[in-house]
């Protein structure tokens, strides 16, 4: 079995750059920002977060579905805030699937 997602050979993993998307709570931004700037030196490859990615007028599902399907990494940031939420839980979902 390979166990490198890189080297997928899922229709979407094939033939692009690695990225790790952060799903994360609004109500922990402040956690979320400090965990991504920290990250980012280590990661070696694009960091996707919605508050970089996409403008307040959009529809923001429209931009994290195209990037939940493009990551080769998931990372949650898991809190209270985020298990009670129907939209992180619509997101978990979505990249479970």
Not at 41 to 65: F, R
Not at 79 to 88: G, K, R, T, V
């Amino acid at each position: 079995m390979d166990t490198n997602p890189i080297a997928s050979s899922h229709p979407l993993k094939v033939k692009q750059q690695p990225m790790v998307y952060v799903s994360y709570n609004w109500a922990d931004i402040g956690f979320c920002l400090s965990f991504v700037e920290k990250l980012r030196p280590l990661a070696q490859m694009p960091i996707w977060v919605d508050y970089e990615k996409a403008s307040g007028s959009d529809d923001l599902w429209d931009h994290v579905a195209v990037a939940i399907r493009r990551a080769t990494i998931f990372i949650v940031l898991v809190s209270n805030a985020y298990c009670d939420s129907s939209i992180n839980f619509q997101e978990l979902a979505y990249a479970v699937k």
